[in-house]
């Protein structure tokens, strides 16, 4: 949303809040509250204007200070250009394609000021200017004071409501606050509480980054190399940060070396000049040139360069020839006459569907017959048994009950055949249950069934 905003605008924003809580809160608030004594009103509100000062003055640098620019024909060193020409190396030079420039350590492409920055930072909108090499002590220095200034109004906030309520309690009525000065006093401690925590969050996350002597950037840049290593595609060792001296030395590089002096504005830069930077006593100063180390996987074409366009074309140029080939040399085939078994979907059956004929019914009679003989042989091998077991009287009776289960089996096996099976033999149902299972009496029908002598002899003599 505030790419959209004009910078003058934001800036002058930013000063009209600083005005609004330095200056309302001292005009409707504490001088009203501080008349009856001149001293104490210059103890009190002197030490704040200064801050208030300070924060302007250093406000003033941090926006108009040059952040830092590439020289035109600065390179790196020869060796670093060696490695433009090998593909092993992780570590090419670094180029910025929009400034067609090689970048120095530390330094980036901003797109809000299309241009390449020394020691960039960030791109700050509040100040409408990039944070370099060159303004970022300025910078540090405008929101400590901020930090300051905004806890010395809330401090003193809350003892002019201390005295507000000790007034109300006492039952001092000519103390009782306007409803001007309740208003701005309400308004200035939720501007300064809502100002003191969000500059507040970001200084102290600055703070980090300069005992560590390391940008926004380069925090991004130490956990994207750090993964890097923990997932092993880079070595470790050659790959260290090389700017970290120590918290002391990561402070004096970029303040100064004078500890008095840190707070105090100057336009005075950083020690250096933004192109080369110490580094620890046992690291090679050529090192910096190397980070950070970049991805392999980066290493391969973008797909928004012209070398990868170039790839793509002659991929479907080449595509294109091999399906022109294929269909010269393809004879006029008809499309019924096409093989489709590639396309046949196997279900696992072990019956085809190839069969036109081939039904449920087909299924269910195979089924039956199976069935069928089973039991078939079954009753054999049963009434064999009974037959071999049971006396000679018996034999007659056995044969016609077996007859019988006979036809019946034959009647199941094929039912298109109308049979209604009928008893040879009844049994009595009066009979005593002790009685065995088999009766060993014949009865007289089954005589005539049996051939008379004379016809037997009639047969034999045939």
Known sequence: M??????????AAVLLLISTIAYSSQYFIFIPALQDSTLSTLQVLVPFNVFVLLIF???????TTDPGKVPPQWEPPSFILNTQNTSSSTTPPRFCKTCQVYKPPRAHHCRYCHRCVL?????????????GVHNYPHFLRFVFFVDIACSYVIVLLIWRTRCIMDAIRHFRWDAEPTTTEVMFLVLNFVLATVVLFSVGILSGYHLYCLARNQSTIEAWERGKVE??????????????YPFSLGVYNNICSVLGNNPLLWLWPSRKTAIGDGLIFPVEPHI??????????????????????????????KRQLWKQQQRQHAQEREPMMIHDDVDDSEDYYDSGSFITDSDDEYSLMDEEENA????????????KSMRQTQWDQAPPSQHYSQLNTNQHYATSIQHRSSPSQSYTPQLLYHPDDSSDDDKPDYDDTIPLYSFLSRPTPSSSKDSKAD
Not at 2 to 11: E, F, K, N, S, T
Not at 227 to 239: D, G, Q
Not at 368 to 379: C, K, P, V
């Open 2 to 11: 505030l790419d959209i905003i004009p910078g003058q605008a934001i800036v």
């Open 57 to 63: 003055y250093n406000y003033y640098l941090a926006v």
């Open 119 to 131: 020691k960039m930072d960030h791109h700050c909108p509040w100040i409408n200017n990039c944070v």
């Open 227 to 240: 993964t890097l290593v923990r997932r092993r595609k880079i070595p470790p060792v050659r790959f260290e």
């Open 284 to 313: 090679d100063p050529q090192t910096q040139h190397l980070w950070p180390p970049r991805d392999p996987d980066d290493l391969r074409p973008s797909i928004f360069s012209s070398k990868y366009k170039r790839q793509q074309e």
């Open 368 to 379: 039956q017959s199976m069935t069928s003989s089973h039991a078939s042989e079954d009753l």
